[in-house]
């Protein structure tokens, strides 16, 4: 048997502790797998006859836990700056009805990966013959 740790970045909650586990076991040859949510780790003991490193790797890779977890940023420009970039634009909003309380928004158009992807939770489908009567 033998022991490798991984470093998961987009490892932050319990859900994916629980995700990362399940991926992991149903692989031949994983006998147990350690997930912290709160160190960000993986360790995983495999009978390394059946399965290596890299294939375990490539698994948790595949389901997003091993890369980094990308947010975009502000430019830090006005608006009004002729520099090429398209800066975010932050926007706020105060109520009457909350007084002291000032919330902000701002619109993220981001062509790559989903923002704050949540590993194992894959997109929404719904089913097109949906009978709701």
């Known amino acids: 048997m033998k022991t490798k740790t991984f470093d998961a970045p987009v490892l932050y909650a319990d859900h994916h502790v629980t995700e990362v586990r399940r991926i992991l076991l149903e692989l031949e040859g994983v006998t147990d797998v350690y997930a912290s949510s709160a160190f960000q780790i993986v360790e995983v ?10 294939q375990i790797a490539i698994k948790l890779d595949e389901a997003g836990y091993l890369g980094e977890w990308t947010i975009p940023i502000e430019l830090g420009s006005a608006a009004q700056q002729g520099d090429g970039q398209k800066p ?14 000032v919330s902000f928004g701002q619109k993220v158009s981001y062509q790559g990966r989903p923002l704050w992807q949540c590993p194992g939770m894959g997109t929404v489908k719904m089913d097109e013959e949906v009978n709701n009567g």
Do not use: G
């Open 45 to 54: 003991n495999y009978d390394e006859t059946k399965i290596n490193d890299l």
């Open 88 to 101: 975010f634009f932050r926007h706020t909003a105060t109520y009457e009805t909350i007084k002291q309380t």
